[in-house]
């Protein structure tokens, strides 16, 4: 009989709903307790959870003996400090931090010194390596292009969401857009790479979304589009388009990887409950393959179950991500998403901030 998983919850935002809905997908898992600092959320979350308690503070919510792991759905600037004060809070027990895992540079070293202390898995959730078609790439990648050698990654999508308190309006608490939205694509990029980065090119800014806000008198100055070129070590290339005022495309996300042998790509359709009714069905999720030599791409379909699209806004992913961290929880897997993976994720996002920022490349 499998062991029942009662989660601690950090969070009970849009995102925060999502984990809760997945979660409840997972055989013996659940989430048991929870804290949101709006009441509304919270009332709202326990009951989706199936009545959950509700804490009335963090410090409150880690200090319960009761749970087997923690998920913090917090907004960026709070995650690394709330992992800390689990870690402080008694036994050592497993969490799964939303990313990005920390917003600052001067965090990282933070970072590595807690990842060499603490003997509990951490998982940062990176739920775009667990899209269907992305992890189909990821697994072929080396067959279908004979080594990648160039990637590219495009997201064309909708602007920021409204969020409590504004707060993914500001850099000083998202990290900027190439670490808040981009710390997905960059992490995707070492992963199929198989290599650590050497050098960051970038150019970015604000074009469109968020110019006539304003909130307490300040103007947001969060971006809305950027290009990345990043060179990795080997050799490979890898560059991201980011446009987030392109709601009206087919497909969010695109990942091409060229090699050798030829080229694999795998195209993501976005959020269920954006597309348009009128507009058809939502277009399928797919990878196609097209070798050099015999010429010809053989497109394969990758349908997603209709109660995955119905938990979240990430392809199924977010189940995916939940079924392997559950296995992590119970000591039957490894944790595939490292505090190492997720501070190289944040590192190249900074530099990309910076790099658009100054016109320079940067180096690691």
Same mark, same amino acid.
């Given at each position: 009989?499998?062991?029942?998983?009662? @989660?601690?919850?950090?969070?009970?935002?849009?995102?925060?709903?999502?984990?809760?809905?997945? !979660?409840?997908?997972?055989?013996?898992?659940?989430?048991?307790?929870?804290?949101?600092?709006?009441?509304?959320?919270?009332?709202?979350?326990?009951?989706?959870?199936?009545?959950?308690? $509700?804490?009335?503070?963090?410090?409150?919510?880690?200090?319960?003996?009761?749970?087997?792991?923690?998920? /913090?759905?917090?907004?960026?600037?709070?995650?690394?400090?709330?992992?800390?004060? !689990?870690?402080?809070?008694?036994?050592?027990?497993?969490?799964? $931090?939303?990313?990005?895992?920390?917003?600052?540079?001067?965090?990282?070293?933070?970072?590595?010194?807690?990842?060499?202390? +603490?003997?509990?898995?951490?998982?940062?959730?990176?739920? +775009?390596? +667990?899209?269907?078609?992305?992890?189909?790439?990821?697994?072929?990648?080396?067959?279908?292009?004979?080594?990648?050698?160039?990637?590219?990654?495009?997201?064309?999508?909708?602007?920021?969401?409204?969020?409590?308190?504004?707060?993914?309006?500001?850099?000083?608490?998202?990290?900027?857009?190439?670490?808040?939205?981009?710390?997905?694509?960059?992490?995707?990029?070492?992963?199929?790479?198989?290599?650590?980065?050497?050098?960051?090119?970038?150019?970015?800014?604000?074009?469109?979304?968020?110019?006539?806000?304003? @909130?307490?008198?300040?103007?947001?100055?969060?971006?809305?589009?950027?290009?990345?070129?990043?060179?990795?070590?080997?050799?490979?290339?890898?560059?991201?388009?980011?446009?987030?005022?392109?709601?009206?495309?087919? +497909?969010?996300?695109?990942?091409?990887?060229?090699?050798?042998?030829?080229?694999?790509?795998?195209?993501?359709?976005?959020?269920?409950?954006?597309?348009? $009714?009128?507009?058809?069905?939502?277009?399928?999720?797919?990878? /196609?393959?097209?070798?050099?030599?015999?010429?010809?791409?053989?497109?394969?379909?990758?349908?997603?179950?209709?109660?995955?699209?119905?938990?979240?806004?990430?392809?199924?992913?977010? @189940?995916?991500?939940?079924?392997?961290? %559950?296995? %992590?929880?119970?000591?039957?897997?490894?944790?595939?998403?490292?505090?190492?993976?997720?501070?190289?994720?944040?590192?190249?996002?900074?530099?990309?901030?910076?790099? %658009?920022?100054?016109?320079?490349?940067?180096?690691?």
């Amino acid at each position: 009989m499998i062991r029942e998983l009662r @989660y601690g919850l950090i969070g009970a935002g849009m995102m925060g709903r999502e984990h809760i809905r997945n !979660i409840a997908l997972v055989e013996g898992a659940r989430v048991a307790a929870l804290h949101d600092p709006v009441p509304e959320n919270a009332a709202a979350a326990a009951v989706l959870a199936g009545g959950a308690a $509700v804490e009335e503070s963090v410090a409150a919510l880690v200090a319960r003996e009761d749970l087997d792991a923690f998920v /913090i759905v917090s907004p960026n600037h709070h995650h690394l400090d709330q992992i800390r004060m !689990i870690a402080a809070a008694g036994p050592p027990r497993p969490i799964l $931090v939303e990313k990005p895992l920390f917003t600052r540079a001067d965090e990282a070293e933070t970072v590595r010194r807690f990842a060499d202390s +603490y003997p509990a898995p951490v998982w940062v959730a990176m739920e +775009y390596r +667990y899209m269907p078609p992305i992890a189909a790439l990821v697994r072929d990648v080396d067959a279908a292009t004979g080594g990648p050698r160039m990637l590219t990654i495009r997201e064309h999508r909708f602007p920021f969401l409204p969020k409590v308190g504004d707060w993914n309006r500001f850099n000083a608490q998202t990290g900027g857009t190439l670490v808040e939205k981009c710390c997905h694509f960059f992490d995707l990029m070492r992963l199929i790479l198989r290599a650590d980065p050497v050098r960051v090119m970038a150019s970015g800014g604000q074009a469109v979304n968020h110019l006539d806000e304003s @909130y307490g008198g300040r103007a947001p100055d969060i971006w809305d589009h950027a290009y990345a070129i990043v060179d990795f070590e080997g050799g490979a290339r890898a560059m991201l388009e980011l446009c987030m005022f392109a709601e009206g495309a087919r +497909y969010q996300e695109e990942v091409w990887a060229l090699g050798p042998a030829g080229k694999i790509e795998a195209h993501v359709p976005g959020p269920s409950r954006f597309w348009p $009714v009128e507009a058809g069905p939502l277009p399928m999720p797919r990878v /196609i393959r097209s070798p050099r030599s015999p010429k010809g791409p053989a497109i394969e379909d990758f349908p997603i179950d209709p109660a995955l699209l119905a938990a979240g806004d990430h392809n199924g992913s977010t @189940y995916f991500q939940h079924l392997r961290f %559950a296995q %992590a929880v119970r000591g039957g897997g490894p944790v595939e998403v490292t505090l190492a993976d997720g501070a190289w994720a944040v590192r190249m996002g900074l530099a990309a901030q910076e790099s %658009a920022a100054t016109g320079q490349a940067v180096t690691f």
